[in-house]
């Protein structure tokens, strides 16, 4: 069975950190925050929000 796994747009994941959209497209590009592709719209998922925000703070 697949576990529900929630997905965030790039505007939702720009609230979410609070930051621009051009600062959250370098995370994205320089793999930072890992993303996957839908179509044609990037998609980030929550585990990955969650990996991203604790090695920001472990590094803060």
Same mark, same amino acid.
């Given at each position: 069975?697949?576990?529900?796994?929630?997905?965030?747009?790039?505007?939702?994941?720009?609230? $979410?950190?609070? =930051?621009? #959209?051009?600062?959250?497209?370098? +995370?994205?590009?320089?793999? &930072?925050?890992?993303?996957?592709? $839908?179509?044609? =719209?990037? #998609?980030?998922?929550?585990?990955? +929000?969650?990996?991203?925000? &604790?090695?920001?703070?472990?590094?803060?």
């Amino acid at each position: 069975m697949l576990e529900k796994i929630q997905y965030y747009t790039v505007n939702q994941t720009c609230s $979410i950190l609070r =930051v621009g #959209r051009t600062k959250l497209y370098e +995370l994205m590009n320089t793999g &930072e925050l890992r993303f996957i592709i $839908i179509g044609s =719209v990037r #998609r980030i998922s929550h585990s990955a +929000l969650l990996r991203f925000q &604790e090695e920001n703070l472990a590094a803060a």
